[in-house]
Structure formats: C-alpha cells, structure tokens
C-alpha cells in the first residue's frame, strides 16, 4: 500500500482519492492511505460528512481519515506521503511552489516524496522548476476522465477515459497505481511516447475549450458545420508547432480524434466553460497560449490560435487579462 497525498483535491483530485484509496478495514471506516488537500468549504464538508460520488446514477459515499485546509494542517498530522499528485490549475502552481517552499515540508515529510503533476495544458514542469526537485522525483500525467464539482463535498463523474503517467515512475508504483484504477473499472497506461500523449491531450483541449468558453455550449458544438473550416485551422497551426517541437502527427487523424472525443462528450460542460461561467481565471495560457508560445520560438504564425486566445482572455475574468 502506498501513502497519497492529492494537492489540490477537487473535482478531479477527489475523485482521483476514490480511485486510488484501498478499501477501509471495515465497513463504514475511513479511508487511510489517501489525504485531501484543498479548499476549505470542500475539504470540511468532506470532514462533516464524507465525500458524495455520483457515478452516473450509483451513489458512494466514502470517508476519509486524513483531510487538510492548507499546508499547516498537513505538518501537524500522522501522514507521511510517499507520493504527492498536483491537480490544481497551471496558473496555481507558482504560488503553490512559493507554499511549498516557504512551509519547510521539501526538507520534512515530503524529502523523499515523488510528485506527480497530473493537470491540463503543457508547461507545468517548467512552472514547478523553481522548487529544484531532481528528475527522478518530479512526473507528469494526463487523464481523460471528466469530473464536476456539483457542491461542496459533492462530485459527479462525467466520462470515463484512461490516465496516462510517464513510464519512469518506478514499477512497484506503476503496479499499484494501475491496480486501484483497474478494481474499480478504470484505465491506468505508462506509455513510452508520453510526450506524444500530451500532444494528443493538447490538440483535443486546444480546440474544444475555448471553443465551448466562447459559444457557452457543451462539447458537441465543435461538431457544428459552421465550425468545421476554424477547428481544421486550430489542429493544422498545433500539429506545425508540435512538428517543430519534434512530435510528429497525422493533421487528419487528430482531427478525427478531436471529433470522436467532442462526440463521444457532446453532452458534457468543458473545463474552460465552467470557469468563464463562474467568473474564474482560465487554463488558456497553458492551452492555447502554450502553442502559441511554441510557435515564436520556431517563427511559425498561428493566427486562429492567436485569434481564440486574445477573445477568451477577453471573455473570462478580469484576473485572467494580460
């Protein structure tokens, strides 16, 4: 059994919880080897009554034992993680590393801890460099689940789709891990070309998101006719830069990958959609924004790219403005 802890335990991270925890001892017991982290109206309404899951119409209920509102809360308990999983947003991360460093923790309990960034958009490395892990301690995932946040202490799983971490974690980890998501019907995959994963996870954000941000629909309106000519331009600029970048990918295969996706979660309210909605800072700069970015360093325009970056930015919140 290994010892978790979820930084930044929300939609996503709490369910990960679930997915990942071993079952109590005994019936109506709390969960040990998993611990929440995150924020506060969602972490104590997992203390007062356990978390709420809604897995398409069954309901769970689970309870965990170890739960914390900040960092603090973490040094003052018994659980020592071997294992740290990052799902908060990328913008987070830099203050996230400023707590991190400044709690003491990286020279403590989390010294030999391996962390694991398991987040949206591309990036997120470099963005959490400034904490000097070595290489051996520091990977990245991606996940095609889709989870929403209906409440606090309350989730509901919205489609299944596999989670992928790089293949250097060790294989007693990788054993475990992949055991957890398989016992509750979830797929757990440590592919070699993760790079290649990441792209493929980039060039389905970067066309759904801030597509649904700026209509206000679910996914299924990447499908429309009208829409078609614009979401074959977004993929063409992305798969250049990723061909710079030395990915190299089938522009019409991508493309059918993105409309499998948007169809197979015509239903569903994107990431991106949800936080313009509530007024919430966006992922676009690490969507987007990362290939736009990449495509400076190779002098390569991307003006469709440029186009849905300048107008989510305009259409989201004022903290999410340049």
Known sequence: MADIL???????????????????????????????LGREGHIR????????????????????????????????SDFY??????????????????ELAYSGLLQGRLKDAVFLLLMNG???????????LPGSRLLEGITAIGVKLSGDGRIELKGKGKTMI????????QKFLGERLAEKGFEMEFPA????????????????????????????IVLSLPLQETV??????????????????????????????AGKTAGNTSSMLQDVLKGRMTEIDSINGYIIAQAKKHDLKVPVNEALFALVKSASSGKNRA
């Open 6 to 36: 979820i930084y930044g335990a929300g939609a996503i991270g709490s369910f990960l919880g679930y997915l990942l925890s071993q079952a109590p001892p005994e019936a109506g017991g709390k969960i040990e080897n998993m611990a929440l």
């Open 45 to 76: 309404a997992i203390k007062e009554s356990g978390l709420l899951i809604d897995l398409a119409g069954e309901r769970k209920l689970v309870h965990f034992r170890h739960c914390f509102e900040n960092l603090d809360d973490l040094n003052g």
């Open 81 to 98: 993680p071997q294992m740290v999983i990052i799902c908060v947003k990328t913008y987070s991360l830099p203050a996230l590393c400023r």
């Open 122 to 132: 591309m990036g997120n490395r470099e963005a959490f460099a400034p904490l000097h």
């Open 166 to 173: 790089e293949a250097r974690l060790d294989e007693r980890m």
């Open 193 to 220: 070309d993760f790079a290649a994963q990441q792209w493929n996870k980039l060039f389905i954000n970067c066309v759904i998101n801030p597509i649904t941000a700026l209509t206000r629909q679910e996914n299924g």
């Open 232 to 261: 074959q331009s977004i993929i063409g600029e992305a798969v250049g830069v990723a061909a710079e970048e030395g990915i190299a990918a089938d522009e019409r295969k991508v493309l059918d990958i993105v409309s499998s996706v």
